[in-house]
């Protein structure tokens, strides 16, 4: 899916003053493409995401995700938006603690309501086999390990089976074997077609990933 | 079932410790609520039922000797179905060696055939024969007697006579025996003569054919038999019409539910207070869950409702526990409430419709109180959910409860976490009804304020050197006073003191109507608070107290500066509360106070340290010669202390009151042991 952000700004207002988190990005991401946004920790990386994923609203620019301008959508027409187009993935996992791992990858289908219920079960089931954890399907997040959490994380964000996946720092909690095989998930992903944008500090990407976005200070360089 | 609902039954059982405590609150309303109603609806079927079937009169009517032509008569008249003959005769009776009590005894002329208000024979003989008496089931614990044994009977016109108890009757139309403490008993004519009495019977009990229960045409069948007395020269003593097909003590009963209905429905609200409570904790602490739920698509109602889900479930929880007890405690209630109105309950069935009522106020209760906290918290946008700037977590140590706790010392180790842990979560709930009976108290309190402002200073002063002070009504000529305390004996020292309230007047505050402090304090007594009309909120207002200059029965602990000094004019020394309260009371500074219609200004010379928390100042009484040169130091005064010797009992100083109080009497409002050991306050 196409994204295309133009001239964004994000300005936050705090008590010391307001401070210009992105300034003036204009960028495009194709479908099926893999990006990394990189730079320093208060570059910009999770705003950017946050835009994109339609948690976060611009203060001037558009955001359009696969042709929908989303920077005009109202609150509950966002949610109802990313619950099937966009799949996210944060640093801490975020799964809900007293939700088994299968019902929290039931979760957003139960949201969104595509499916038959009674479909709804084997296909969080085949999604945790796919990241690779099913063995794991009924118990509950916290008996399970950071790289599995992150890819129940993963599959709970495939639920809908959404075109755009974000993930935010994805492998920051994880050791780099694990990180590996989750960046791989990944790349497993956009080789099938869904467009993936992680934030990342990580530095051996280059050999997973398509294409780097590199942020100073909110401005996209190069 | 589905996600989410798997998260409102998970969640309920995670927060079961505080769920449950919220159920039985919710419980404890439904249940006495439930108990009340399905008692009422059985209670309103059976006790009617029951009464209904012994044909209650529509109406009586007292006249005098009533003869077979008479109810004949009446018989035939058009609208009464059925007329009966009876009398009631009090007086009183005694059974064996027991107190005497009043009897009513109902005479019947043919027991077999009674068609108006019925009574039921029960255990022992029926009818009663010449020289016996039935008496109602209720009333033999009354009577404090059995079938077989006598009584003793005495009427106003005759003698004492004896009779049998032969059996016992049900009478449904009658209150119960115990209650009233009355013996209801049943004679024949025949047994009234031998009491003394003339025999005859002096009332007529109708029955109304046609509607029994339409009051107006009962009232017209009344007139008519009435007319129709009349017209044949009887006397016309009194027509009693009762509420048509109501037993006479249904209104009492529907009292007794209504009371206790009352307190179901305060309950119910109380626990509409926790569930608030609840909801309102439970989704701060899950701001973030909810911040991901919207992330990954969940709407706001869609959110709303897992909350809902956990509302829904504490009603139903409750409805489940309270529903059963409820009817088990409304069966109780008729068992004791059927024994109090003396009639007998054929069937407890409770109709479907309580069932669901109850079940619907049960739900819809707990979803009600829920829907703001829900609303709001289900409202909050993804990203403030998400950020770390949303609402943060509060954990234990953030309360006012879990800071006193944690300050609980001298308990061993393992207790104080045991306990500190059973607290984490109810820590809202206790704050609530904390929050709940403080507000009563504050509410009460406020009422009063000012009258408690200067109380204080007799009940708090740790720094008092006097036994006893004594509050003036109003402002008093120290010498009168004086003279007062020198003939009353036993004092040995005695001062004149003003107690009053101010406050500090802002610097922004208008300072035109200055005058000199003693004008101040003179204004201060009864007419305070009529001064300072500054806008904004009302200032807070501390006690000031003047005093004599030098004096010895107050000495404080000076933590700052110094204490005032015999020649001290315009000083003032503020305690640390107050020294607290406001940055321009330091020393060496001055502040404007308002007393009184007027303001004043005061340096401040030193601070006094105070174990209590009341903010207040002191200063010199009035020394006006001294200032302005209005008035003469001292002219009246509003408090008078004085100490004696060390030897002590509160004896001699009520007995010094009392004294005092006989020669002041009209200016004595309140006298003050500030040492006794016990009960040191005589409000007089
Ligand atoms: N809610 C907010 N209010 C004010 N400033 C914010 C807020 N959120 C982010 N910022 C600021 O915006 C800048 C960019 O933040 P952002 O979180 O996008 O950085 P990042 O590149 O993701 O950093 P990291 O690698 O540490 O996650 C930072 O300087 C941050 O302090
Ligand atoms: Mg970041």
């Known amino acids: 899916m196409l994204i295309e952000l133009q001239s964004l700004n994000k300005t936050y207002k705090t008590e010391a003053g307001s401070f210009s988190a992105l300034r003036g990005v204009d960028l495009t991401i194709g479908a099926g493409e893999f990006v990394a946004v990189v730079g320093k920790s208060g570059s910009g990386k999770s705003t950017l995401l946050n835009l994109v994923g339609g948690i976060d609203r611009p203060t001037s620019g558009s955001v359009s995700v696969g042709g929908t301008a989303i920077q005009g959508m109202s609150e509950n027409d966002l949610a109802i938006w990313r619950g099937g187009n966009v799949g996210l993935v944060f640093q801490f996992f975020q799964l809900l603690p007293t939700l088994t791992v299968l019902e929290n990858v039931m979760l957003p289908m139960d949201f969104r309501g595509t499916l038959p219920p009674a479909d709804r079960r084997p296909r969080a089931l085949s999604l945790l086999d796919r990241v690779g954890v099913v063995e794991q399907a009924n118990k509950l997040p916290q008996a399970l390990s950071g790289g599995q959490q992150q890819r129940v994380a993963i599959a709970r964000a495939l639920a809908n089976d959404p075109p755009v996946i974000l993930a935010d720092e994805p492998t920051g909690n994880l050791d780099s074997a694990t990180a590996k095989d989750v960046l791989g998930l990944f790349r497993g992903l956009a080789s099938a077609g869904t467009t993936v944008i992680i934030a990342t500090h990580e530095r051996d990407i280059a050999s997973v990933i398509d294409r780097t976005v590199h942020l100073v200070d909110g401005v996209v360089v190069r | ?684």
């Not at chain 2, 006193?404 to 704050?431: C, D």
């Not at chain 2, 010379?605 to 209005?630: D, K, N, Q």
């Open chain 2, 1 to 684: 079932m589905s996600p989410r609902w798997r998260k409102v039954t998970r969640d309920f059982w995670q927060e079961r410790m505080r769920s449950g405590l919220v159920v039985a609150a919710i419980a404890l309303g439904i249940a006495a609520f439930s108990a009340v109603l399905s008692s009422y609806a059985i209670l309103d079927r059976e006790l009617n039922q029951g009464y209904l079937a012994t044909n209650p009169a529509s109406f009586t009517i007292r006249t005098d000797a009533v003869d077979r032509e008479l109810l004949e008569a009446v018989g035939a008249q058009p609208g009464v179905q059925s007329v009966e003959a009876r009398r009631a005769v009090s007086g009183r009776l005694k059974a064996g060696p027991a107190q005497w009590r009043s009897v009513l005894l109902f005479v019947v002329k043919d027991f077999a055939d009674i068609k108006v208000s019925t009574i039921a024979p029960e255990t022992g003989a029926w009818p009663p024969g010449t020289g016996e008496i039935l008496i109602e089931r209720d009333a033999f614990q009354v009577a404090k007697t059995r079938i077989g044994q006598t009584v003793t009977v005495k009427l106003p016109r005759g003698e004492d006579q004896t009779l049998r108890v032969s059996g016992g009757v049900h009478d449904v139309g009658q209150a119960q025996a115990r209650m009233e403490n009355v013996v209801y008993g049943y004679i024949t004519l025949q047994t009234l003569a031998s009491l003394g009495e003339e025999p005859f019977l002096d009332q007529l009990k109708i029955l109304v054919s046609g509607d029994r229960f339409d009051p107006v045409h009962i009232a017209e069948v009344a007139a008519d038999v009435r007319k129709l007395l009349e017209n044949r020269g009887r006397p016309v003593r009194r027509v009693d019409v009762p509420d048509p097909g109501k037993h006479p003590h249904a209104d009492l009963m529907g009292m007794l539910l209504l009371a206790i209905s009352s307190f179901g429905l305060l309950v119910l609200g109380l626990s509409g207070v926790l569930v608030v409570n609840l909801l309102t904790a439970l989704m701060a602490s899950q701001v973030r869950q909810i911040g991901m739920m919207k992330a990954i698509g969940g709407t706001r109602s869609q959110i709303a409702q897992i909350y809902f889900g956990q509302a829904l479930l504490l009603g139903v929880a409750a409805v489940a526990i309270a529903l059963p007890v409820g009817i088990l405690g409304g069966r109780a209630l008729c068992l004791y409430l059927s024994g109090f109105l003396n009639f007998d309950m054929t069937s407890f069935a409770v109709p479907v419709w309580v069932y669901l009522l109850v079940a619907l106020v049960g739900l819809v209760t707990p979803l009600l109180a829920a829907s703001y906290p829900v609303l709001k918290g289900s409202g909050i946008s993804v990203w403030e959910a998400l950020s770390d700037f949303g609402v943060a977590d509060r954990g234990f140590g953030s309360g006012v409860l879990d800071r006193a706790l944690a300050g609980v010392g001298g308990v061993a180790r393992p207790l104080l976490l045991a306990i500190r842990n059973s607290f984490r979560r109810r820590t809202r709930l206790v704050l609530t009804l904390l929050t709940l009976s403080v507000g009563g108290l504050f509410f009460m309190s406020a009422l009063n304020i000012r009258t408690s402002m200067i109380n204080t200073l007799d009940h708090l002063f740790a720094s008092r050197r006097f036994d006893l002070s004594v509050s003036l009504g109003t402002m008093a000529p120290l010498e009168s006073i004086e003279r007062a305390v020198a003939k009353t004996p036993g004092a040995v020292r005695s001062e004149g003191w003003i107690a009053t309230e101010g406050f500090v007047v802002s610097a922004a505050g208008s300072a035109s109507a200055q005058s000199s402090g003693a004008a101040g304090l003179h204004g201060g007594q009864e007419g305070a608070g009529g001064g300072h009309s500054a806008a904004g909120p009302a200032p807070a207002r501390f006690a000031v107290l003047g005093v004599q200059p030098g004096t010895k029965l107050l000495k404080l602990e000076i933590s700052e500066g110094r204490d005032l000094l015999p020649e001290d004019v315009d000083a003032l020394v503020a305690n640390t509360a107050l020294a607290a309260r406001y940055p321009q009371i330091r020393v060496g500074q001055s502040v404007v106070l308002g007393m009184g219609p007027a303001e004043s200004t005061w340096r401040v010379v030193g601070i006094a340290r105070e174990a209590f928390l009341l903010p207040w100042a002191m200063c010199r009484a009035p020394t006006s010669s001294a200032r302005a040169g209005t008035c003469a130091w001292p002219t009246r005064f509003g408090w008078g202390s004085f100490s004696r010797t060390p030897r002590r009992s509160t004896g001699f100083e009520k007995r010094w009151i009392k004294t005092f109080k006989e020669r002041e009497s009209g200016r004595f409002r309140r006298a003050v042991m500030p040492r006794a050991a016990s009960d040191s306050t005589s409000t007089c």
